[in-house]
């Protein structure tokens, strides 16, 4: 009698167990098609032994499989992957196994799809659109409808094209192998310290064991060059690498740059992928063919056949924590499976996060500094701008200062960047007659007027209203006032200042895809841009050889609220976007205005003492016990309804467990109190390093018991308290 241990797609259930009809071949991994109730369920065998403290069926009451699929089981370093952080997160291990099987579509048999290409042959009958479309399809070819959008057209145009003979339907099977990126490519000639740094890396490649390092470089320094040399190895090697990037906007530029090194793109892997791409790139990473994966935190979950590196680039992004399902972090994971699959791991930053470079004082990381930007390009200038002393005209926000830098660099046809991080026009707007605020019906939160869509958006649920003519209170005409500065105002001063500079602004809402995004830089590459207004999506990676001024508007604005990161992350986040400066031949100059400039944080960022202020801060979170040297932990209790929410909150507080090392403070009111119409209630652990918070966690929730509409989250090593 063969019984077999799955566990299902199903984050509700727990492992169950099963009859491995005769004549089935399963083992550990294999993904099968399991009976639950009168359904189907996907689920994936698991190891002997492993959670064993799981009811057991008789074996009388044992249901059969129905079959195993024909994909490769998930390899043991994977489940080994997965049991860790279902275990580190407090997460159901069905919810990350999802994760890892990310595409219920790649798990069906092989398939083909139609797609269409240009035959060379006229229409017979031509029109400016027919025409429009065939000059821009080239020799692209694709669905119906990725044809219509390449061309510009409707997806009438195109059938019509098909009809008429113009365009032609090929089978294509929807697993064509990717093309193999090719190390010989073109390799670049890397400077002294560089080829050390890669030679380094490339030897670490070889070696195939687990190694988590530090690639420690000011902006500019070419990491990007000097890891690429361990991607090369890896290739030859014939092993898998993976490369995680904070943000999906930041996978195009990298495609491309990475095509121009090694010949052909990566395999991309985030979640804007249609279904065919999903299901294409998940196949061949299974199977080993995708050689390089590049893709956001997602893509560290995938069934890599033979991973021989992994590189998490800007690894100091806190966009790397996953903030809602399984509440991961992306670079702590990164390292875990570095350590399962024995393969060496490089974080690349320029202002690696604390919590790592305690990793390195430990001795448990490399390091590899490059302290020098490439090619002779020198750091920026960083100039302070105090706002008490020389503040903007009334009603602006660009002070003289940082204005007549911007007509300098205008005049010597050279770009700027200012730089601020709030979407919108105006994060608040109100009636100057009777007060009223517009704030989100279902959050906590004011709702944000854009401008440019002409609508009023809450940047915490998505919901959107048209902008509003006149107060909804007390109807007064002509009484509503923007309050603040969001990068549209922003963009709106700069246009009144210079108005024959072209503007772009940069955030989430306008580069809300990867062709949005390489459509970008090819404006600004191209010279087409002369001033770039962004949020914290234009600090990361970008190389503009021509950008040569940055303002940082409000360098106050991360420190407001101040959790234990704020210095940090503003001090990461003026680094990195001075770091877009004077990156090519022309030196850069970096306008930083602050209302505080005697705050640590901006002493540290004048003065270009960036190891006084870490060694201060470390120093700080040493003596109160916060990460890394003690743990944090949140529960997060909601329900649609306000007493429910607080009931549950209560009866998980009173159940809270008593424990030495550890504090635990709440049940309260979260500081978002409504999000997405859900009440919310925070319980904050705090606890020494050795104590086991998850075992803790687990037994304590274990014994309460709350309504069905009530959801409790648990966020391990928690990035967010709001
Ligand atoms: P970082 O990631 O450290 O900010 P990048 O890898 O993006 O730096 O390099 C900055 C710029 O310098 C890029 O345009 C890169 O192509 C160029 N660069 C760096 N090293 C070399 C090199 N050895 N040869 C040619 N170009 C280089
Ligand atoms: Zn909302």
């Known amino acids: 009698m063969s019984r077999i241990r799955v566990i299902t797609l199903n984050a509700a259930l727990g492992p169950l167990d099963y009859r491995l009809p005769h004549g089935m071949i399963a083992q550990p991994g294999s993904i099968v098609v399991a009976p639950l109730g009168p359904r189907q369920v996907i689920g994936v065998v698991w190891d002997d032994g492993s959670f064993p403290d799981t009811e057991t069926v008789g074996d009388n009451r044992l249901r059969s499989l129905l079959s195993v699929v024909d994909v490769p089981p998930l390899p043991a370093p994977l489940r080994r992957l997965i049991e860790w952080t279902a275990d580190y997160y407090c997460a159901p291990p069905a919810a990350v196994l999802r994760m890892a099987i990310a595409s219920v579509s790649a798990l069906e048999g092989a398939r083909s799809v139609i797609e269409y290409r240009a035959t060379g042959r006229d229409p017979l009958r031509n029109t400016p659109k027919r025409q429009q479309a065939l000059d821009r399809i080239g020799e692209r070819q694709g669905l119906v409808r990725e044809l219509a959008m390449i061309g510009g057209v409707s997806d009438a145009v195109i059938r019509g094209l098909v009809k008429d003979g113009a365009i032609e339907g090929v089978e294509v099977s929807m697993d064509t192998p990717f093309a193999d990126p090719d190390p010989a490519f073109a390799p670049v000639d890397l400077s002294p310290e560089q080829t050390a740094a890669a030679d380094r890396l490339v030897e670490l490649t070889r070696g195939q064991a687990f190694h988590p390092l530090l690639l420690d470089g000011v902006t500019g320094s070419g990491k990007t060059e000097v890891y690429f040399e361990a991607v090369a190895e890896a290739i030859r090697m014939g092993r898998q690498v993976v490369v995680l990037l904070p943000e999906i906007a930041l996978t195009e530029p990298f495609l491309g740059r990475f095509a121009k090194r090694f010949g052909h793109e990566p395999v991309a892997w985030h979640s804007g992928l249609r279904q065919t791409e ?24 995938l069934p890599y056949a033979n991973l021989g590196l992994i590189i998490v680039d800007e690894a100091h992004e806190t966009s790397f924590k996953q903030e809602d399902g399984v509440r991961y972090h992306a670079r702590d994971v990164a390292v875990m499976r570095g350590k399962m699959e024995g393969c060496p791991v490089i974080l690349a930053s320029a202002t690696p996060a604390i919590e790592t470079r305690h990793q390195v004082a ?25 706002l008490i002393e020389t503040p903007p005209e009334r009603g602006r926000w660009i002070a003289p200062p940082l204005v007549k830098a911007m007509e300098e660099a205008l005049e010597r046809g050279e770009q700027s960047l200012l730089f601020l991080n709030r979407r919108g026009y105006a994060p608040l707007t109100l009636c100057r007659h009777c007060g009223h605020r517009f704030q989100c019906p279902n959050c906590t939160a004011w709702m944000v007027e854009h401008r440019l869509t002409h609508r009023l958006a809450c940047h915490h649920c998505g919901h959107v209203t048209p902008a509003p003519k006149e107060c909804p209170e007390c109807h007064a005409d002509d009484s509503l006032v923007a309050c603040g500065p969001g990068v549209e105002r922003i963009a709106d001063e700069a246009a009144a200042l210079f108005p024959t500079a072209r503007t772009a602004i940069v955030t989430s809402d306008t580069l809300w895809s990867p062709a949005k995004a390489a459509e970008f830089v090819r404006d600004v590459t191209g010279g087409a841009i002369d001033i770039i207004i962004g949020t914290q999506l234009v600090t990361k990676g970008y190389h503009f050889p021509n950008l040569t001024l ?121 500081p978002l109190a409504v999000l997405r119409g859900r009440h919310r209630h925070r319980i904050l652990i705090h606890a020494r390093r050795q104590i086991d918070v998850q075992t803790m966690i687990r037994d304590w929730l274990g014994q309460v018991e709350w309504k069905a509409s009530t959801r409790v989250a648990v966020d391990v090593d928690p990035y967010s308290f709001v």
């Open 550 to 670: 940055v303002g940082v508007i409000d360098a106050d604005l991360g420190l407001e609220g101040g959790d234990l990161r704020a210095s940090e992350r503003t001090f990461q986040q003026i680094v990195q976007v001075s770091g877009r400066a004077g990156r090519g031949e022309k030196p850069g100059r970096v306008f930083i205005q602050t209302h505080m400039p005697d705050a640590p944080v901006l002493k540290a960022l004048l003065s270009g003492d960036s190891a006084r202020f870490y060694a201060t801060e470390t120093e700080g979170r040493r003596i109160a016990h916060a990460p890394p040297f003690g743990r944090f932990a949140a529960i997060i209790v909601s329900d649609v309804d306000a007493q429910e929410a607080k009931n549950s909150a209560h009866r998980i507080g009173n159940a809270k467990p008593t424990v030495d090392g550890v504090e635990i403070y709440g049940p309260a009111p979260a």
């Open 362 to 386: 430990l001795g448990r990381y490399e390091e590899i500094k490059l302290p020098a930007r490439y090619g002779g390009a020198v750091m920026p200038e960083i100039i302070g701008v105090n």
């Open 278 to 301: 999903r299901r294409r790139a998940w196949r061949a990473i299974a199977n080993g063919t995708a050689r390089v994966v590049v893709g956001a935190r997602s893509a560290l979950f």
